[in-house]
Each structure stands twice: as C-alpha cells, then as structure tokens.
C-alpha cells in the first residue's frame, strides 16, 4: 500500500493552488473582454428597455403623500405620449446608456472575482458566496456611478430638462443643491443595485447549475433563456420596494409635499404611513415587464459575447 508523505501532500495542495492562480492569470485583453462585454449587453438591454423604465419613474411618483386610485401603466403611456410626444419615452436615454456602460459593466464583471475571491478565502462557492459576490458587486458599481442615476432620474421626470441635457442638468444640481446632491439616494441604489445584482446572478448562477442537473438542457441558448427567465422574476419580486424608495430620494423635490425624506428607511415609514404598504410596489408591473425583458436581454447577450471573444461562460 502506497503511503502519501506530508511533503507530498503539501506539493499537491501546493499545486492545486498554483493551478487556480493560474487559471486567473490574465492579460489586459482578457479584462477587456470580460468588463467590455458587461457592459455592452447591459447598454443593449436598457436601449431596448428603456421606455418602460421613464413609465416605471412617472408610476413611482404618482399621488406622492396621498392614498388613492393609481393610474396604471398603460393609461400612464397614452398621457406621456399624448401630452409629451413619443420622443419623452427615451428621457434621459445618454445618461442611462453611460450608466449602463459603467455600472453594467462593473456589477457583472466583479462578480466572478469576487466569487473567486470567496473560493480562495473559504474553500467554497455555495449559494451563499455567490449571493455575497452578487451584493458586493452591485453596492460597488452603483456607489461609482450614482451622480449619472441621479441626472437620468430628473431627465426622465421632466421633459423641459431635455433643453439642458444631461452636462446642464449636473451643472444645475450641482449650483442649486451642491456637489453632495449628485448622490442622493446612493444608500438606497447600493441596497438596490445589491439585491439586485446578488438576487439577479446568484439565481442565475444557481439555476443554470440545476437546469443542467435536472434537465437534458446543456450550455446554450435555451439554458440561457431559462435561467435569465427565472433569475429576472425573482430580482423583480426582491429589489421593487427598494428601488421605489431610491426612486422617491432621487427626487426630493418633487416630493416636498410630505416635507423631505432624511434617509431611505423614513423615505419607506413616510410612503407606508401616507400611501400605504402597497405603495411601495408602485410601478411594480412596469419594473417586472421592464426587468423580466433586461435580464433575459443581458444575459443571453453577454453569454454570447462571451463565447465569441473567448471567455468561458458566467
């Protein structure tokens, strides 16, 4: 019978460790790759999704400090369209399409070292580590790219800041209600974008793997379109009340009504008390016909930027 001396099995865990490093041995076009291509299919869903997303922000602020019949999301379309113009669907389209680019790319991108990371630190990649990795990455980029949330929400609430563009309208913010204005919001939006990211990729992440076990389904389209399915309903369930509160911050002064909101936690107590608790998922049909579509866009277009510059799937 072969023994295993302790010198050998110190050079085997040496070597699998060598071996992991070397696998995360990258060039600069790899990140480029791997940042790049976030991004990019982050950007091509919100161009797609973004209509829904002005409608979102308009169902948001309905009845601010008031209980009563909301107008829903397809009576909210006609009176944007009639009163605004078609063009008013795509408020605050550059500062979303930059944001997308930045932040999609970030909250994506971190995921995978982030999980790495986790996997070096403790020995594991469960459920929870992806959840983790999920919540990190996506408080990270949104607190990165928050002053560009912020102008889009404006933009996409007034139509007469079109004149200003996004650069007139930071400009604006930033005389009026100084420089810490442009982050308004920013612990409700980390809150979100963590939920988000952490709900988003941790089921996505998870359902592939089930998908795969139980299933005759392999790595492709079809596994693809699945997961995205299921991973875009649960993040739309988990991250609506947060990102209305976001939502109502971003917008102070559109809410003055009920006097101003100190924090996220009041902003969600002062919605409750005066609107009720259904309040909170305003605009929650347009986040998921919104989300649901982004989600499967995303990742279904980031699997196949993926496979085409050569880097293996999320």
Not at 58 to 74: D, F, I, K, S
Not at 134 to 158: C, D, H, W, Y
Not at 201 to 225: C, M, V, W
Request: with cysteine.
């Amino acid at each position: 019978m072969v023994g295993t001396s302790p010198s050998g099995s110190s050079s085997l865990s040496g070597s699998s460790r060598q071996d992991k490093s070397q696998k995360w041995r990258v060039s600069l076009s790899d990140v480029a790759y791997h940042f790049g291509t976030s991004g990019l299919s982050v950007a091509v869903a919100t161009a797609v999704t973004h209509p829904l997303d002005v409608l979102k922000v308009r169902l948001q602020m309905q009845l601010v400090g008031q209980r009563g019949q909301l107008t829903g999301m397809g009576q909210v379309f006609i009176q944007v369209v009639k009163n605004e113009g078609p063009h008013s669907l795509y408020l605050g389209m550059t500062p979303a399409l930059t944001r997308s680019l930045l932040y999609g790319g970030l909250r994506l991108g971190l995921y995978e070292p982030s999980k790495y990371v986790c996997d070096q630190a403790f020995g594991s990649s469960n459920i929870f580590v992806k959840i983790a990795s999920g919540a990190f990455s996506g408080a990270i980029a949104t607190a990165m790219t928050n002053p560009v949330e912020v102008i889009k929400v404006r933009l996409q609430m007034n139509s007469g800041l079109t004149k200003l563009g996004p650069v007139g309208e930071m400009r604006k913010i930033v005389s009026e209600e100084g420089v810490k204005a442009l982050w308004k919001g920013v612990g409700p939006a980390m809150t979100r974008a963590a939920t988000l990211t952490a709900s988003q990729l941790a089921t996505y992440d998870e359902s592939k793997q089930i998908l795969r076990r139980l299933t005759p389904l392999e790595e492709g389209f079809n596994l693809h379109l699945s997961s995205s399915i299921v991973a875009g309903m649960v993040s739309t369930l988990m991250t609506a009340p947060v990102d209305m509160v976001k939502t109502r911050l971003m917008l102070q002064r559109e809410s003055e009504t009920v006097g101003r909101y100190k924090n996220g936690f009041h902003c969600a107590y002062q919605v409750i008390r005066t609107e009720g608790f259904r309040a909170l998922y305003k605009g929650g049909f347009a986040i998921f016909a919104r989300l649901g579509p982004q989600t499967t866009i995303t990742f279904v277009l980031c699997e196949k930027l993926r496979e085409v510059t050569g880097l293996k799937a999320l």
